[in-house]
């Protein structure tokens, strides 16, 4: 039995009515008057078969054979939990007896075992134990299986309005869930893009560091040559008076003289030292070359990051990078690596040329001298 609910007004049938009735009989003494004798009452609740009792979450029903004093039926019931979508129905057989007005019922496989009850008119009240330890009065009227499947019905009619209001609750959760998700996936994305602004700011940055250093290196790396340009025309110059001392010997001693010879061959020396001197042009003009393409890749890489930027921006326009460079500082990189280009380009080629010069003149000079010799 439900030990949980509240007895409201029962399913009865209307036209059983409870009553007790005497019934007295008048047997006859030996001198045939009428002697006197208590009436027996006779219970008319032993023409009524069913008893249901009513709740706002469910119904019992108490069907029932009564031979003399013995009971014995089922009981049956069905009955709603707030939280349940679905109706809990049970059924189990009793056992008991009935005495005047009390009743006491024995159920097969109940934990309470044994409810006492009483019969008043067209009530019956039972006591039932709850799991708290108090009493709880549960009134039957009168009633039929008819009765018990209407009340039945209710509950599983309120049942089905529970799981109605449980999957739209389901369904509004996942509404809600679908929303929180999306808004999640969208603070998400906002955070990516923003990221990814930052990213392809600072990378501009860093290219833009990388060409500033690069242009100051290629000034610094031409720094040598004037120095070493200067060195090689004053090694020329040794050369030229070498030759002309030569010459002006092969005039007086004539050709073949040992010291005309010795003084051309130093001559010749000389021009070598011209030569080496050119070589250490080409090697200066060399680590500007690597330097060149180092700036050149680097002022590459800007505007390779200055479009990346801009593509970036295009997703968020409203979003400004803190690591962002201006467009003027963008610009003022690449003008100041193009005009270093320029300009070291002019520099480096006219040392180039100025250095071969210097050394094939010294070489033919010291060649000449050495013909002047007759060495």
């Keep these: 039995m439900q030990p949980t609910v509240e007895t409201v007004a029962a399913v009865a049938s209307t036209s059983s009515t409870v009553a007790l009735q005497a019934s007295i009989t008048e047997p006859s003494n030996a001198d045939g008057a009428p002697s006197s004798v208590t009436p027996t009452p006779t219970p008319q609740q032993n023409s009524i078969n069913g008893w249901v009792a009513t709740f706002s979450n469910g119904v019992e029903f108490l069907s029932w054979t009564i031979t003399g004093n013995a009971v014995a039926g089922t009981f049956s019931e069905a009955f709603l939990q707030p939280a349940d979508t679905t109706a809990t129905t049970d059924s189990e057989s009793f056992s008991g007896t009935i005495s005047g007005t009390s009743v006491a019922l024995t159920f097969a496989r109940s934990s309470r075992t044994t409810f006492s009850g009483q019969l008043s008119g067209s009530t019956l009240n039972l006591s039932v134990p709850q799991t708290d330890g108090t009493i709880q009065v549960q009134t039957f009227h009168p009633g039929t299986t008819t009765d018990y499947n209407a009340g039945v019905q209710v509950v599983q009619q309120a049942a089905a309005s529970q799981q109605a209001e449980a999957a739209s609750q389901q369904t509004e959760a996942a ?3 679908a929303e929180q998700a999306s808004s ?3 603070a998400t994305q906002l955070a990516n893009t923003q990221s990814g602004i930052d990213h392809a700011a600072q990378s501009l940055q860093r290219a833009m560091n990388s060409a500033t250093d690069a242009t100051s290196s290629l000034d610094a790396l031409l720094s040598p040559l004037s120095n070493d340009l200067t060195k090689q025309t004053s090694d ?3 050369v030229k008076a070498d030759a002309s001392k030569v010459a002006s010997e092969a005039k007086t001693a ?7 010879c010795t003084d051309a061959y130093t001559g010749q020396s000389d021009a070598y030292t011209v030569q080496d001197d050119g070589y250490t042009v080409t090697d200066d003009l060399s680590s500007y070359s690597s330097a060149r393409d180092s700036l050149t890749a680097d002022l590459a890489q800007v505007n390779t990051a200055t479009t990346d930027l801009v593509n970036a921006q295009a997703a968020l326009p409203a979003y400004l990078s803190a690591s962002a460079p201006s467009d003027a500082a963008v610009t003022s ?3 100041a690596g193009d005009t270093a280009l320029a300009k070291d380009d002019k ?9 071969a010069a210097v050394a ?6 010291a060649a000449t001298a050495l013909k002047n010799a007759g060495c």
């Design 333 to 335: 990189v690449l003008s």
């Design 184 to 186: 999640s996936s969208a």
């Design 254 to 260: 004539g050709p073949d003289d040992p010291d005309v």
């Design 347 to 355: 520099v480096a080629s006219a040392a180039k040329a100025a250095a």
């Design 175 to 177: 509404s809600i869930a």
């Design 236 to 238: 020329l110059k040794t």
């Design 360 to 365: 094939n003149d010294a070489l033919d000079t």
